[in-house]
């Protein structure tokens, strides 16, 4: 894809890539360090919060039970296909987001802005957070984006840990740090002789409910 993209230079500007203006949104011009930061975080938190109250709705149950039990999902009535069909849009939908706010951040963009690098760091974060829940995307977004930052001074170094944190996660957390901060709140809150591990299983009542 960056290789298709370099040819239609009146477009893309081709391999040199093109230079973009600052944004307006509603009247408002997206300049400045401050002003540019604020508005990122202020469409990132919004992204977060909807996404935050859709997995806790009707919809939200359905994505969680067509990944634990396809067969399950289906024989409740849930169309499988459907749902999937969903998932990947909406996935589509935030990856189009943050390349946005990405321009905004950056107002540069070359056919090399998007590489297989890139995707390595993403599947690098969701492996680290974990992609059962949001505070997983978060946690592996501090990750990616704050490792680099500061082992800047020394970057054979922020090699070794990225290589070392994924190595460790996969061993001992597969399922992702967000995994060990929920585990550990519920061992919190459950008294101690009511504490069972948490069951991977969803229940078909608490699918349709």
Do not use: C
């Not at 069909?85 to 107002?107: C, E, H, S, W």
């Not at 070392?164 to 002789?193: D, E």
């Not at 069972?196 to 078909?204: F, H, K, M, Q, T």
């Amino acid at each position: 894809l960056p290789e298709l993209a370099s040819f239609p230079e009146s477009l893309t500007g081709g391999a040199t890539g093109i230079a973009l203006a600052p944004p307006t949104i509603m009247g408002l011009h997206i300049t400045g360090n401050t002003r540019t930061y604020l508005f990122i975080l202020g469409a990132s938190l919004l992204a977060a919060g909807t996404f935050y109250l859709l997995a806790r709705s009707a919809p939200g149950r359905s994505w969680r039970a067509v990944r634990d039990s396809e067969a399950g999902a289906a024989s409740i009535g849930i169309s499988v296909p459907r749902v999937k069909v969903a998932i990947v849009a909406l996935g589509g939908a935030l990856a189009g987001l943050a390349g946005a706010l990405n321009l905004v951040a950056i107002r540069y963009l070359a056919p090399e802005s998007f590489n297989l690098w890139t995707s390595i760091y993403l599947l690098a974060a969701v492996i680290v957070g974990g992609s059962s829940s949001i505070l997983g995307s978060l946690l592996g977004a501090a990750f990616v984006v704050l490792l680099p930052i500061h082992t800047s001074s020394l970057p054979e170094l922020t090699e070794i840990i990225f290589g070392a944190a994924l190595l460790g996660v996969i061993l001992f957390a597969p399922k992702g740090l967000s995994n060990l901060v929920t585990i550990r709140k519920q061992h919190a809150i459950a008294p101690p002789g009511d504490r069972e591990p948490a069951s991977p299983r969803l229940e078909g009542a608490d699918v349709v409910g």
